[in-house]
């Protein structure tokens, strides 16, 4: 018979000791940090949700992969391995190893973007659009209207808007938008997927438009997983074969090797354009290094070319999303309102509604997060209005959405870890009427999420 607890599909091989903390001792470390949880010491984190970016359990072979690392300047084994592995699910003919994903963004916004052109997007994550908006150019998101509706259960809320995408690239053509970018999943909007069929859309009307479309896919894997599951027709397939059918509908891609590719550090950019691709390899090289390495060591690229393979497999990513709905089901049924359906890699809590007596510039995400931290030593990500409000005019506007992500590294907590988590969260949300909204009290700048301080504004 076939059991209904999905398991860890490993066990442990090397343990990491967790620091217990007081409550007044998590106060002390807030003040320290201006209220701002990137400035935590790790150390004073108990589970530490803050993202899921490069803080996944490597595997055993990972491990014996980096004993392989090649560590020559130019030409290395370890490059050829990662450039094989990365092929093998994204065929694209030209692969620029970077140290992480903005990295790659840098270097194709500066050779793409630039004063008056736009990019869109179905949701632009937060260095995605700092890096378009760092050249002048404009990042506009076009993401269904059911994905900024928290409590929607549209089983494909990254998809693009198609109409509004067809509309913006009629208005402006390919002389001012030089790329069309998806999302998957979509981050920003909740670790929501994205249908073939709407990448199939958004395919023909960059066709039609002669304007090419790369992947921001940083989480491919479950975004493929949740086409199997989700879409029809797709049930019986392998999983590295549906990421190969999503590659084969773009021109180009950037990677963030910190997320699916179960990597500590890494990311690329790849393209069939083979002129893009002179012009984005020498920027490489003024800053991040010879083209068969990027800004990574030969032992990382070992790592990430076993990574890749491990990404795909349909155990762990069962396994994956099912722990990930098992904390946003527990946080559901005790009232807590989240991001529906429930994400791959995240559990997004609708702070705005849970804080509804919070207005949106005073930060109901802020103080959602820094109460998870004071009560459990819980450290999860605002995404709302601190990291999305300041405009590049310097003006303030509310996020579509005032969420706290909690993210689930890869392979990292068990259950009962995940239980905790549940516990600490639903004894929050019964005082939240009693949590206030807070105030920055630094200089405003691009990515200030950052590195903001805060007050609670009732000081
Ligand atoms: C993490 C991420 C990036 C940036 O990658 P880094 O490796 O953190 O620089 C870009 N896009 C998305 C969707 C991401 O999740």
């Known amino acids: 018979m076939a059991f209904q607890t999905i398991i860890e599909p490993f066990r442990i091989h090397s343990v990491e000791p967790l620091v217990m903390t007081t409550p007044g001792q998590r106060r002390a470390a807030l003040a320290a940090a201006g209220n701002n949880l990137f400035a935590l010491r790790a150390e004073d984190v108990l589970i530490d949700l803050l993202t899921d970016s490069g803080t996944g359990a490597m595997s055993r072979d990972q491990w014996a992969a980096i004993q392989r690392g090649d560590e020559s300047y130019a030409g290395s084994p370890s490059w050829y391995r990662f450039l094989e592995s990365v092929q093998e699910l994204f065929p694209f003919e030209h692969v620029i190893p970077t140290h992480q994903g903005r990295a790659a963004e840098k270097i194709l916004f500066t050779v793409l973007g630039g004063e008056g052109k736009i990019v869109p997007n179905n949701t632009h994550f937060d260095t995605t659009r700092a890096n378009v908006e760092y050249t002048g150019a404009e990042a506009v998101d076009l993401v269904i209207p059911e994905g900024h509706d928290p409590a929607s259960m549209h089983p494909f809320k990254g998809n693009m808007d198609l109409d509004a995408l067809d509309a913006l690239l009629t208005e402006h053509g390919p002389e001012r938008v030089p790329v069309v970018f998806v999302t998957i999943t979509n981050n920003s909007g909740g670790g929501q997927p994205v249908s073939l069929e709407n990448l199939r859309g958004v395919r023909a009307i960059c066709d039609r438009h002669g304007i090419p479309l790369f992947l921001d896919a940083c989480r491919f894997a479950e975004n493929a997983w949740f086409i199997r599951e989700r879409e029809p027709g797709h049930a019986d397939r392998d999983v590295a074969d549906i990421v190969r059918e999503i590659a084969s509908l773009a021109d180009g891609m950037t990677m963030s090797a910190k997320k699916d590719p179960l990597g500590n550090i890494g990311g690329w950019l790849a393209t069939n354009d083979a002129a893009l691709a002179e012009r984005c390899r020498t920027l490489l090289i003024l800053t991040e290094g010879f083209p068969t390495y990027g800004g990574l060591a030969g032992r990382d690229l070992d790592a990430l070319a076993q ?97 706290v992500r909690l993210a ?33 009290t630094s200089d405003p700048r691009p990515l200030r999420h950052f590195t903001a301080r805060f007050e609670p504004v009732d000081t």
């Open 408 to 440: 689930i590294p890869r392979r990292t907590y068990t259950q009962s870890h995940v239980d905790y988590v549940i516990e600490v969260c639903l004894s929050v949300a019964e005082r939240a009427h009693e949590l206030t909204g807070y105030r920055i």
């Open 307 to 403: 990574g890749l393979r491990e990404s795909v497999h349909h155990d762990y990513l069962r396994y994956r999303t099912r722990s990930t709905a098992y904390l946003g089901e527990a946080l559901a049924q005790g009232g807590v309102p989240v991001v529906q359906p429930i994400g791959g890699h995240a559990v997004y809590v609708d702070a705005g509604r849970l804080l509804s007596h919070i207005p949106p510039l005073e930060f109901p995400g802020q103080a959602l997060a820094v109460a998870l931290y004071e009560a459990g030593g819980i450290r999860g990500c605002e995404i709302g209005s601190v990291m999305f409000g300041l405009q590049p005019d310097g003006t303030e506007h509310p996020a579509a959405m005032e969420l």
